[in-house]
């Protein structure tokens, strides 16, 4: 899977950003088949303990508010296809 250009960006989320994910923080969706400029938006709506008391997060799109996805927060690292947004870029 290393082929994939998320793979092997920096940026992607880590194991030691997962106490940053609290409400309001905007994530980042990379593709592959996408531009940059059109990779989505999401914003963590809720956080909480779900089954096995894993830490998972509620994740609205920014751009369309009918969209929305639950995650557990490990299954979010795992993809690697996320990133935090920049502060500045808000």
């Known amino acids: 899977m290393n082929w994939l250009p998320w793979h092997r960006d920096d940026k992607v989320l880590a ?3 997962s106490d940053t994910l609290d409400v309001g923080t905007v994530l980042i969706e990379i593709s592959d088949k996408l531009p940059q400029h059109m990779y989505a938006h999401w914003r963590v709506e809720k956080r909480f303990k779900g089954p096995g ?3 998972h997060v509620s994740l609205r799109n920014v751009s369309d508010p009918y969209a929305h996805k639950l995650l557990s ?3 979010l690292i795992s993809a ?3 990133q ?3 502060g500045a870029a808000h």
């Open 84 to 86: 935090l947004m920049d």
């Open 80 to 82: 690697r296809r996320f």
């Open 73 to 75: 927060v490990s299954s």
């Open 53 to 55: 008391d894993q830490p």
């Open 15 to 17: 194991d030691e950003q």
